[in-house]
């Protein structure tokens, strides 16, 4: 009866001693499952990056295509560019080859 006593007269002791293991417990299984929850959410990704989804055959063909007529442009710019050099050449040509007549003309 005297412990009994003493626990009533010293209710908040009392509660503590029970409360704080199993706050402590709790928290630290809380602690643990959000550090496996972080991991697991790290190797999910580290895979999802290392293994990326595979592509349909669709997605395959549209990204070939896409590939093609990038290049197919890339070789219309390139045509162009060299179309505007060569006509540059030849105006070139032309005015040298009227050069050298006038020259001719004049000896």
Do not use: H
Not at 4 to 10: L, M, P, T, V, Y
Not at 79 to 94: C, G, R, V
Request: charged share 35%; hydrophobic share 40%.
């Amino acid at each position: 009866m005297l412990l009994w006593q003493k626990a009533r007269d010293n209710k908040r002791f009392v509660i503590g001693l029970v409360v704080t293991p199993v706050g402590l417990y709790t928290g630290i299984r809380i602690k643990e499952w959000r550090t496996e929850r972080k991991v697991t959410n790290v190797q999910r990704e580290v895979q999802s990056v290392q293994q990326p989804a595979p592509l349909s055959k669709s997605d395959d063909i549209r990204a070939e295509l896409d590939n093609l007529r990038q290049a197919r442009a890339a070789l219309i710019r390139q045509e162009s560019l060299l179309t505007m050099e060569q006509d540059a050449i030849w105006a070139k040509q032309k005015r040298l080859d009227a050069q050298d007549a006038k020259r001719s003309a004049e000896k």
